[in-house]
């Protein structure tokens, strides 16, 4: 039986035992919303590298542009967060944007058309965040009651499920249209992007790592191993360790200079090195260091203009790099670890980046 199998017969609120990890009714509705949160980083993560044209003018599916499909997804989470906690609360759900999805998503896109990209990411990561913070606060074994209306099974596991499903149709799509037009972006040190579209990666990004992190219990953060002999404490501080780096050279280049950083070469022993650095810190310094270091390099882009991000400058790592680039190396670097905390606490791969 594979992971997605074992997983998904949980029951109710049943707890099995899976290698060394046991599966509690808290630990499946954490895996349901960490694979919820990468289908989105991935999602956004197709977006990457282009400008605002083909975001919002470029027809990609049907007349649909990509910031209406952003849109059309969003809408379909309020939608689904609405409808869960009329649920919950023991009231009559409306299915009529289920009846009529055609008629539902036409006036979704026509009420979002004329709005510019910024307030359509924005309604994406709020809508989001709204029905995920009611999911994550909701008692578990109202989570995980059986419900069917009209013959229909509305488990809230099976509508999670239909969510990540409904952005990974959508991230294929935009990737098979971007294929067919040779938008495959520019080599990675010197693309440049909507910097709207980059800000929200990032918190995409950040969310996978987070809820990935979250499978992790509080009890085992300082002492199991997730990462060859590091812990989740370690991890987190090594990912501060270099988003520090990372936030001294943005912010030589939002100053118009190159970045002036230290010449890693040896990546193995610069790792070793800042990890032992931090062997005695706490988990809540560890922790608080890491939002830290986040928050300073937002503060430098959100500083920049769109302009500004494509700048080329030479770098220590290589010949020409944009700032777009350099905090695109971030955003990478968090799926990569979410996915590894996922596969070592029994999760299966995660939507393709």
Not at 99 to 113: C, K
Not at 185 to 189: F, K, T
Not at 225 to 234: A, Q, S
């Given at each position: 039986m594979d992971n997605a199998q074992n997983v998904a017969s949980v029951p109710g609120t049943q707890t099995v035992t899976r290698g060394s990890t046991r599966e509690t009714p808290d630990f499946h509705r954490s895996f349901l919303i960490s694979h919820l949160a990468a289908a989105r980083a991935a999602l956004l993560g197709k977006l990457l590298g282009l400008d605002e044209q083909p975001l919002t003018e470029a027809p990609v599916l049907d007349h649909w542009t990509i910031k209406d499909i952003l849109a059309h997804i969003a809408a379909w989470d309020r939608w689904?967060?609405?409808t869960m906690r009329r649920m919950?609360?023991?009231?009559?759900?409306?299915f009529a944007a289920v009846?009529?999805?055609?008629?539902?998503?036409?006036?979704?896109?026509?009420?979002?058309?004329e709005r510019p990209l910024g307030e359509v990411l924005a309604e994406l990561e709020d809508a989001r965040a709204t029905w995920v913070a009611w999911l994550q606060a909701l008692p578990v074994e109202e989570f995980f009651q059986r419900r069917r209306y009209d013959n229909y099974d509305w488990s809230f596991p099976d509508c999670l499920r239909v969510q990540w499903e409904h952005d990974t149709e959508h991230a294929e799509q935009i990737a098979a249209w971007r294929e067919a037009r040779g938008l495959r972006?520019?080599?990675?040190?010197t693309q440049t992007g909507s910097k709207e579209v980059l800000l929200a990666a990032l918190a995409a990004a950040r969310e996978e790592l987070l809820t990935a992190a979250a499978l992790v219990p509080p009890e085992e953060r300082t002492s199991r191993?997730?990462?060859?002999?590091?812990?989740?404490?370690?991890v987190l501080g090594h990912i501060a360790d270099w988003e520090w780096l990372g936030v001294e050279g943005l912010r030589h280049m939002a100053a118009g200079q190159p970045p002036q950083v230290e010449h890693v070469e040896?990546?193995?022993a610069w790792n070793r090195a800042h990890a032992e650095?931090?062997?005695e810190q706490s988990w809540d310094e560890v922790w608080a260091d890491f939002h830290a270091a986040r928050r300073a390099l937002l503060a430098i882009?959100?500083?920049m203009d769109q302009d500004d991000l494509g700048r080329l400058f030479s770098t220590p790592w290589v010949d020409q790099c944009t700032p777009y680039a350099w905090a695109f190396v971030h955003l990478a670097h968090d799926r990569e670890h979410a996915e590894d905390l996922r596969k070592v606490c029994g999760v299966e791969k995660a939507p393709d980046a």
């Open positions: 689904e967060y609405q919950a609360e023991g009231e009559s759900p409306d009846q009529d999805v055609d008629r539902f998503n036409a006036a979704v896109v026509a009420t979002w058309r972006g520019e080599p990675w040190n191993r997730v990462c060859g002999e590091w812990t989740l404490k370690d040896d990546v193995d650095a931090r062997h882009l959100e500083g």
